[in-house]
């Protein structure tokens, strides 16, 4: 009896793990299939759950959660699934295991990795020294050096002014952050824009680059997908940022983070390359509620 049973319970098993493709549905003539609205997803033969969640930016487990799915093998042809929660609802994701060591006082870094921006706060050049016009003030800095007195003679509206001192300009751009949505957004790469977004052929911006060059998280976040499963981005690396925006960063050569695990604005998670494309470059993407965005409203002025 025992010898029996136990090549039905290993076949129960890999049933229970494996999520089946949507089965094939007999429909009749009278049997009117609704369309898939805003915000929803129409089940397709060979679908199952973990590739629509990943196709359309999300986890799974959430994917379930939103449509009440408790066996993912029941998905049927023509179902239609919401991408988004109804207003009012709640439902509880399985929570993903965060590494040993994130949050400790000390945080490992790469020593190439720029100091990330505290969330809310923007970097400025430094202020220079300002004070009012005057016909006296605009002839003594426009004088030479060799005339120039060492002190400034006060005057009764103008109290004595320190000697203006020559500093190089700040590049700070790199470091300058945006607020959109909620969301403190950064540059992913300082390097020079191949391909602007247009909508059609470029979803996102193409950065010119060399192999091993940094790519930066655009905003904090946890990383929701790591691997080379979607064709035509190479080596993937895909963040989730809130409830409703994902960024996207393909045809990494390295990827130095791992599905579950925080980063932060201007952390270094992987390093350029040419993996799914024909030369080097990172191709950046912002989704919103699954959808790809115009990243420029999104990231600071450069």
């Known amino acids: 009896m025992t010898r029996f049973l136990a090549p039905i319970a290993v076949v129960f098993f890999l049933t229970a793990c494996t999520q089946a493709p949507a089965p094939t549905v007999d429909r009749t003539p009278t049997a009117q299939a609704r369309v898939a609205g805003a915000g929803e997803y129409a089940v397709k033969r060979g679908d199952t759950l973990y590739r629509i969640a990943r196709e359309n930016g999300m986890d799974h487990n959430e994917l379930a959660a939103i449509n009440n799915i408790s066996d993912p093998t029941t998905l049927r042809e023509g179902q239609i699934l919401r991408l988004t929660r109804a207003v009012g609802q709640t439902a509880e994701v399985a929570p993903v295991a965060t590494p040993i060591g994130v949050g400790s006082g000390v945080e490992a870094r790469p020593l190439d990795v720029p100091v990330p921006v505290k969330q809310g706060t923007v970097l400025r050049e430094p202020r220079g020294g300002k004070e009012a016009y005057s016909d006296e003030a605009h002839a003594r800095l426009s004088s030479t050096p060799a005339s120039a007195p060492a002190t400034p003679p006060a005057s009764p509206a103008m109290p004595p002014q320190p000697a203006a001192t020559e500093s190089a300009p700040t590049p700070a751009a790199s470091a300058q952050t945006a607020q959109v949505d909620g969301i403190t957004w ?55 940022h809130g409830a409703n925006h994902l960024s996207v960063y393909a045809h990494n050569n ?30 950046f993407e912002i989704r919103k509620q699954g959808k790809p965005v115009d990243p420029g409203p999104f990231l600071p002025g450069r």
Not at 201 to 226: C, E, H, S
């Open 254 to 283: 390295r990827i130095l983070v791992k599905e579950g695990q925080s980063v932060k604005l201007g952390q270094k998670i992987a390093e350029m390359g040419s993996t799914g494309t024909s030369g080097v470059k990172l191709h």
């Open 186 to 240: 950064a540059w992913p790469s300082s390097a020079k824009i191949q391909s602007p977004y247009n909508g059609t052929t470029n979803k996102g911006i193409d950065f010119a680059g060399r192999v091993g060059d940094p790519v930066l998280a655009a905003a904090d976040g946890q990383v929701l997908y790591v691997g080379e499963a979607l064709a035509g981005y190479g080596k993937l690396v895909i963040v989730k």
